[in-house]
């Protein structure tokens, strides 16, 4: 993961396993390390983002229903 505090530390793991997950999944070849180019990182990166955002609808909307 790159430089930065992680807001919920035991997450790292599972960050780092749906990183290589949508890499694999999109084409993506992790292993060149430094060498992606940034059109690379940047579709790696907005899929994490969007896979994420549908993950945490999908959380809210399973409370929501319980809730009822």
């Known amino acids: 993961m790159a430089d930065r505090e992680q807001l919920v530390p035991k997450a790292e793991d ?15 070849d992790l292993r060149k390390g430094g ?5 690379e990182a ?3 990166g907005g899929q994490m983002v969007k896979r994420l955002i549908r ?4 959380d ?3 409370e929501s229903e ?3």
């Open 60 to 62: 809210l909307a399973h």
């Open 14 to 28: 599972a960050l780092d396993r749906l990183k290589y997950e949508v890499a694999d999944d999109i084409g993506v």
């Open 55 to 58: 993950r945490a609808e999908q």
């Open 42 to 44: 940047g579709k790696v």
């Open 35 to 39: 060498d992606l180019t940034t059109r």
């Open 66 to 68: 319980d809730r009822r």
